[in-house]
Every structure is written in structure tokens, then in C-alpha cells.
Nanobody
Framework: QVRLVESGGGLVQAGGSLRLSCAASGRTFTSMGWFRQAPGKEREFVAGITRSGGTTAYADSVKGRFTISRDNAKITVYLQMNSLKSEDTGVYYC???????????WGQGTQVTVSS
């Protein structure tokens, strides 16, 4: 069974940091990434990384604050989030796929709440 399981969400004050983790099982992924969905808004891309880790991509809104990384031995992807803002609040979803920056497997999501 292919699964992606996120962890690390929670409540943090503005300016604080959180580190999200996503552990995969059942298969490996060429691309892994993070998306988020705020209340009343559509799901949006946050960050993505290729298998080698040599190529990453970020939404403009998180560039310079968030860092994506992966451990292929553990089939785990991380999202280090610094200088958090209230607008970063939402459910964060991990995603995996067989092509660069294309995703077909999703986790169940983890809530991130940033208080101002």
C-alpha cells in the first residue's frame, strides 16, 4: 500500500519556526513536494524537490523562508518553515509523483496554525 504520512504541524506564533516531515511507504517517488490549503481557498503549491535533491522549486510567497529537503534512504521529505506569518496558516499536504514536479499520491494533511 502506498502511503504518505505527514507530521510536525502545530500552533506557532508569528515569526516562529516549524519543521514538517513526510514519510513515504510502498514506493519511491521521483518528485516530492508540499502543498497547502487555507480555509476558503484552493490548494496551492508550496515547494517541490526532485529525487536527487538537485532541483527545488518554491512558491514566491515562501521563498527565502521555507526550505525543502529529502532523505532518499528514509523516503522522507521535510519542509523547514522559518519566519512564519499568519498567512501561512492552513493544512499542509505532502505529495509524491513519478515525474518531476508532477504528483499523484497525497498524504492526509497536517494543520499549521500561525497566531499573530
Amino acid at each position: 500500500q502506498v502511503r504518505l504520512v505527514e507530521s510536525g504541524g502545530g500552533l506557532v506564533q508569528a515569526g516562529g519556526s516549524l519543521r514538517l516531515s513526510c514519510a513515504a511507504s510502498g514506493r519511491t517517488f521521483t518528485s516530492m513536494g508540499w502543498f497547502r490549503q487555507a480555509p476558503g481557498k484552493e490548494r496551492e503549491f508550496v515547494a517541490g524537490i526532485t529525487r536527487s535533491g538537485g532541483t527545488t522549486a518554491y512558491a514566491d510567497s515562501v521563498k527565502g523562508r521555507f526550505t525543502i529537503s529529502r532523505d532518499n534512504a528514509k523516503i522522507t521529505v521535510y519542509l523547514q518553515m522559518n519566519s512564519l506569518k499568519s498567512e501561512d496558516t492552513g493544512v499542509y499536504y505532502c505529495a509524491g509523483g513519478s515525474a518531476n514536479f508532477m504528483y499523484d499520491v497525497w498524504g492526509q494533511g497536517t494543520q499549521v496554525t500561525v497566531s499573530s
